[in-house]
């Protein structure tokens, strides 16, 4: 699958998700600071219940903010595919794993480029998803980290899906191809670019 975030983008952000939802991206990838944990804070949850009540695409979704269970309990009822959080910006992750779980809803971690993949173990039966950071979270123009990729094959026969988010464009995709992974996030490089579906093929190919 191919999620493309609306993070950064050319288009005022209820047009990009709306272009988004009109593309061949499989999930729209909805990443959420709260300018503590990383980045700006994005979290204005009127406005983003409004934009992305209606979206036809599921929601990926992936908080970048410290302790996210309230955050998660207003957005729950979106059309949503999977919540994904870090664990070193809360307390109490098995409350928040429950509580998303309890919604039938798919639960990831995700794990940054400099925390050893075992911080995992505890979890991996109790999640669904685990998105490996291929950026740092909330620093903006970086470069495709590649020793992130080492992660990927400990995640194999673990009965969890896997995606990688960060730094991925027509050229870095090319990484990808000797791993089994199945969630690919992707933003600017589709975003700052009119013809979103042409950005989008180029990650699909095979």
């Given amino acids: 699958m191919i999620a493309v975030s609306f993070l950064k983008s050319k288009y005022e952000r209820s047009n990009t998700i709306r272009k988004i939802d009109e593309s061949i991206a499989d999930l729209i990838h909805v990443d959420l600071l709260d300018g503590i944990y990383a980045g700006e804070n994005n979290l204005q949850i009127d406005e983003l219940l409004k934009e992305l009540s209606n979206t036809k695409k599921k929601l990926d979704i992936h908080f970048m903010a410290k302790e996210p269970l309230e955050y998660i309990k207003k957005l729950i009822n979106l059309n949503i595919w999977a919540i994904t959080f870090h664990l070193?910006?809360?307390?109490?992750?098995?409350?928040?794993?429950e509580y998303i779980k309890s919604h039938n809803i798919k639960v990831g971690?995700?794990?940054?480029?400099?925390?050893?993949?075992?911080?995992?173990?505890?979890?991996?039966?109790?999640?669904?998803?685990?998105?490996?950071?291929?950026?740092?979270?909330?620093?903006?123009?970086?470069?495709?980290?590649?020793?992130?990729?080492?992660?990927?094959?400990?995640l194999y026969n673990k009965n969890v899906l896997i995606g990688i988010?960060?730094?991925?464009?027509?050229?870095?995709?090319?990484?990808?191809?000797?791993?089994?992974?199945?969630?690919?996030?992707?933003?600017?490089?589709?975003?700052?670019?009119?013809?979103?579906?042409?950005?989008?093929?180029?990650?699909?190919?095979?």
């Fill in 88 to 97: 070193d910006a809360t307390t109490n992750p098995k409350k928040i794993i």
């Fill in 165 to 206: 988010d960060g730094g991925i464009n027509e050229n870095t995709i090319k990484y990808l191809d000797n791993y089994q992974i199945d969630n690919i996030v992707s933003g600017s490089f589709v975003c700052l670019n009119d013809d979103f579906d042409k950005q989008i093929a180029m990650l699909k190919k095979d």
């Fill in 109 to 154: 971690i995700a794990i940054n480029p400099d925390e050893d993949i075992h911080i995992l173990d505890k979890f991996l039966d109790l999640i669904d998803y685990v998105l490996i950071m291929s950026v740092y979270p909330g620093r903006g123009g970086q470069s495709f980290i590649k020793e992130a990729l080492n992660k990927i094959p400990y």
